[in-house]
């Protein structure tokens, strides 16, 4: 039996690995989930800050029973400087961006910034080439969300906007 390997999205075919279908197929797959649940199709009816864990689940660093947290020391440092800006929930590497065939991003933060997702991924002095390459990459792939690069310097916090 042959499977197939492309969606069909408004009448053009895309690759099951392409970020199109692979969005389309996301949005198919939560409506399917709201259909079949009415709790969490009710608390998604709310802010998108309460009704992201609801669709993600256990957050790694945000479990309860989880003895230590996930992050590094400058991680750490950096979600105290979130929670003390007051953006609201701030969520640990919740949310894993599919960029290409085998290669994902997973920002360190996500936030609501101003009505909009915002994903912080934070470094110390060195940055990899791969790094801002992926992160670049999920910034155009991604334009609904904001990218953020935060990295720690002896001057201290440099925050770089990361174009679309």
Request: hydrophobic letters at 40%; one cysteine or more.
């Given at each position: 039996?042959?499977?197939?390997?492309?969606?069909?999205?408004?009448?053009?075919?895309?690759?099951?690995?392409?970020?199109?279908?692979?969005?389309?197929?996301?949005?198919?797959?939560?409506?399917?989930?709201?259909?079949?649940?009415?709790?969490?199709?009710?608390?998604?009816?709310?802010?998108?800050?309460?009704?992201?864990?609801?669709?993600?689940?256990?957050?790694?660093?945000?479990?309860?029973?989880?003895?230590?947290?996930?992050?590094?020391?400058?991680?750490?440092?950096?979600?105290?400087?979130?929670?003390?800006?007051?953006?609201?929930?701030?969520?640990?590497?919740?949310?894993?961006?599919?960029?290409?065939?085998?290669?994902?991003?997973?920002?360190?933060?996500?936030?609501?910034?101003?009505?909009?997702?915002?994903?912080?991924?934070?470094?110390?002095?060195?940055?990899?080439?791969d790094a801002w390459i992926?992160?670049?990459?999920?910034?155009?792939?991604?334009?609904?969300?904001?990218?953020?690069?935060?990295?720690?310097?002896?001057?201290?916090?440099?925050?770089?906007?990361?174009?679309?």
């Amino acid at each position: 039996m042959a499977t197939a390997n492309y969606v069909l999205i408004d009448g053009k075919a895309y690759s099951l690995y392409h970020p199109i279908a692979q969005r389309h197929i996301a949005q198919q797959h939560s409506a399917s989930i709201h259909k079949q649940s009415p709790r969490l199709a009710n608390q998604a009816k709310g802010s998108v800050p309460d009704s992201l864990p609801a669709v993600l689940g256990c957050f790694k660093g945000d479990c309860s029973g989880q003895t230590r947290s996930l992050l590094n020391k400058t991680e750490a440092r950096w979600r105290d400087v979130l929670i003390g800006r007051g953006y609201g929930p701030v969520w640990e590497m919740a949310i894993r961006l599919k960029l290409a065939h085998h290669t994902t991003f997973l920002p360190d933060f996500a936030v609501m910034r101003t009505n909009r997702l915002t994903f912080y991924e934070v470094k110390g002095g060195f940055i990899r080439e791969d790094a801002w390459i992926k992160l670049k990459l999920a910034a155009h792939l991604y334009p609904e969300f904001d990218f953020v690069m935060a990295q720690w310097t002896d001057m201290g916090w440099v925050e770089t906007e990361i174009p679309k």
